[in-house]
């Protein structure tokens, strides 16, 4: 059966300016979205969407998720930095070293990303949106694995990634040690049942894997909340 990561959700002041910044970035287009928010679809092979959500809550500390972007030359990252600067992104110091090679950046809600320079063996097979890179436990990439039935294509030194056997971004995770939780994740990670699947079914398949329920005060009658074996939100939506 087929389940799929049906969307990367960011929580946002404000969605539809965020969703903006991101549409002119990528060129992806806007859609309608049931909770009040904006979605984005892609143009390209990425095989998921981009939610913006309304919510109240602040932005504390770094993101344990981000974009890794790539280029094809250095003058490509050039131009792709100044782009991002021009809808509104801005430098920002993560610790970043120069010799590594790539530009970190935030979007204007402070959402870091990295446009990641030519060369790059890891990505080099990869679309615009090379990878989703998190902060995370080797278990939590065995989970995600499993989760989406996705093969590992990295499992070194505690560095785990995945990717869909249809190509894509690949999702990361970095190993420890982790980044400390500062509440609830901006980003997160919306997973779509198998079509005409029974969403409770798919519910006890997570919670055997690792994953648990949650409650945030957050969710929708359309969606369980649920939480990875490192703590991570997402959602499980019922299928349509």
């Known amino acids: 059966m087929t389940r799929q990561l049906f969307a990367v959700c960011f929580d946002a002041s404000r969605p539809l300016d965020l969703a903006r910044f991101w549409s002119g970035f990528l060129g992806w287009e806007t859609a309608d979205d049931p909770h009040d928010g904006v979605t984005l679809l892609p143009s390209d092979d990425t095989g998921f969407r981009l939610r913006f959500l309304p919510t109240q809550e602040p932005k504390v500390g770094q993101n344990r998720i981000h974009f890794d972007l790539t280029s094809t030359s250095l003058e490509d990252q050039q131009q792709t930095v100044a782009r991002a ?8 110091d993560v610790g970043q070293r120069p010799e590594e090679g790539h530009v970190v950046l935030a979007d204007p809600e ?6 990641i320079g030519p060369g790059n063996k890891f990505l080099a097979d990869c679309g615009f949106i090379g990878a989703l890179a998190c902060d995370g436990s080797q278990e939590v990439g065995y989970f995600w694995s499993e989760a989406l039935g996705w093969p590992l294509v ?7 990634a995945i990717r869909s056997p249809h190509g894509g971004p690949k999702i990361t995770w970095g ?3 982790l980044l400390p939780k500062t509440g609830r994740n901006r980003l997160r990670f919306d997973l779509a049942p198998p079509v005409h699947g029974d969403r409770q079914a798919e519910v006890d398949r997570l ?15 359309d969606q369980v909340e649920m939480a990875d074996p490192d703590g991570n939100e997402f959602c499980v939506l019922t299928p349509r």
């Open 110 to 115: 402070g959402n870091e990303f990295c446009v």
């Open 85 to 92: 600067l021009e809808l509104g992104a801005r430098h920002i």
């Open 207 to 221: 919670l055997s894997l690792g994953a648990t329920r949650i409650d945030t005060g957050q969710g929708e009658a």
């Open 154 to 160: 990295w499992d070194q030194d505690q560095e785990t």
């Open 175 to 177: 190993g420890p040690p």
